[in-house]
């Protein structure tokens, strides 16, 4: 899982490039480099480390040419090294290639190319790429001919670029099951893992598909089928995000610029277009068995959005994480496979669709980048507009996602008379509150939140409870804590406590449990007889709650009291809190916020 942007122009690139792959780290980060022209002869530059200290350190700025491809990294194959930091040179030097994705054969490939005498300097799987290019090449004398060779013999999935000596002016690019796309400029050309690589410059973008490859000049480009190798006419698709959204806009962290923009976000999702939910709502409606997906926190979307269908339309529709999603299922004609993704790149949730599409079922989904796998594959996808997330931490995706799910719920309800007309007003109107009472939160509770966080941030172990649809909510806010502050959190319903847990409660382990409104009778009762549990042990409590009565010492060791809201928006809102929480014990621990360790954007990788 990596990033890879390439550009091709009149003056000097090596800026441009920067900048670009730069806006890719948030899909890998452990090393980087980058291969430039000098006149007719190939420069690389690569060492492990972030893109300006590897830049800083090899001079790559003061490196003049107007041809490049660069990559980050975050390795699959191989240890964090230099030898196995892209981009990757044939022998003779004539041929720079970088990779995101995996070559499945490399081993075959690479020990016949060693018996011929190809010397290896890395462990990766990509390497052989730049070898067999130089194989290929001395017995055509052609590039593209040498390019379609090394497509066809490679398995695996790929978005690869190179560049060679022998054409000074041109880029090759080709993907498999792995992001590229092409920045069309007026006399300049990039390549790119995404937008970001080089929204800055151009607007215009040619999307790659599976099976086709490109060749980039200053000028002109061409993207031709790989097996007729005829030139294939592309769609320009207009990008319209613009470059300072991607930005961090006066935040310490996009982590918090990001939970920030949670109001509009949830605004945005709510003023998506009928007709397309109405669409997913007909295939909900029409499906014999429905399925929701996700991975990480998109499978706690789709485990929020279990209980939602549950509860608002009287339908129960299985949440599996997509990676156990082969494993599980019973699909044909009439099922319905939706799915969650923030960036509709994630290899598991893509994998079990193409799946789903294999056994003839339908597939929907909901994501934030358009243009991205997920979104051209599915039969249906609702864009739900929550602008770039750059923090490698998801938190406003997963709530827009969440809102925009529950509208779904809504529609279908009242589509089968599960509810009235009243009924879904009222809860529209909680839905449209929603963002003002968020930014409400954000502005006068961030301060208390802050200093909670601080207080307890030396606490080693955190159980997140929650019953009902707080218990989505409950791992999902266990699970920004792990991400970002690198805290044990687990997340439980609370009905688990006493089935083996409360044997953990002592001064190791403390609680926050997130405790529904008292309208919320039974849970609400539920959810404290739980606590009452804990205390009982005394156990450390902080209950997240909306009880106006003021402090409540005997229950709770620490609380934070919420105004008065919805039942249908509570959990939202103290999803919120989890966020903040999690993101300001992180930083307490001065924790690497927006791009943590182990975890990385978008995983493209089984
Ligand atoms: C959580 C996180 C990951 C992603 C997961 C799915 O903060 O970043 O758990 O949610 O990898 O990614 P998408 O939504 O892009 O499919």
Known sequence: MCGINGAVGLKNISELLFEGIRNLEYRGYDSCGVALMNKTRLILKKDVGGVEDVYRKHNVLQLQSNIGIAHTRWATHGKVTQNNTHPFASNDGNFAVVHNGIISNFRPLRDQLQKEGFKFSSETDTEVLAHLLEKFYKSSRDIEKAFVKVLNLIEGTYAIAFISSHLPGQIFCARRE???MLGIGDE?????????AFIDHTKNAVILDDGEYAILSRDTYVVKNLLSREEITKPITKIEWDSE???KGGYPHYMLKEIYEQPQTISNALDLEASGLDEIVELFAKSKNSYLLGVGTTFYVAKYAKYVFSQIAQEFYPSISSDEFRVLTNLN???LVFSASQSGETFDTLSALKYAKS???RTAAVVNVMGSSIARLV????????GPEICVISTKAAVSQMVILTVLAMKLALKKKAITRKTYNQHMRALQELPEIIQGILNERSGFIHRLAHKYSGTRNWLYLGRGVYYPIALE???????VAYVHAEGMPGGFLKHGTLAMIDDDVSSIVFVPPPEDKSLYEATLHSIEEIRARSGFVLGIHFTEQGKNGALYSEELILPKVPPLTAPLIQLVIGQLF???TATSLKRNIDKPRSLAKSVTVA
């Open 359 to 361: 056994k003839g079922a």
């Open 333 to 335: 004609k009439q099922s």
């Open 477 to 483: 806010a266990a699970l920004k804590m792990k991400e």
């Open 379 to 386: 039969d249906k996808v609702v864009l739900q507009g929550s």
């Open 188 to 196: 300049i050309k990039f390549v790119g893992s995404d937008f970001s």
């Open 178 to 180: 792995s992001p590229l």
């Open 245 to 247: 959204t991607s930005r």
């Open 582 to 584: 999690a993101y300001f």
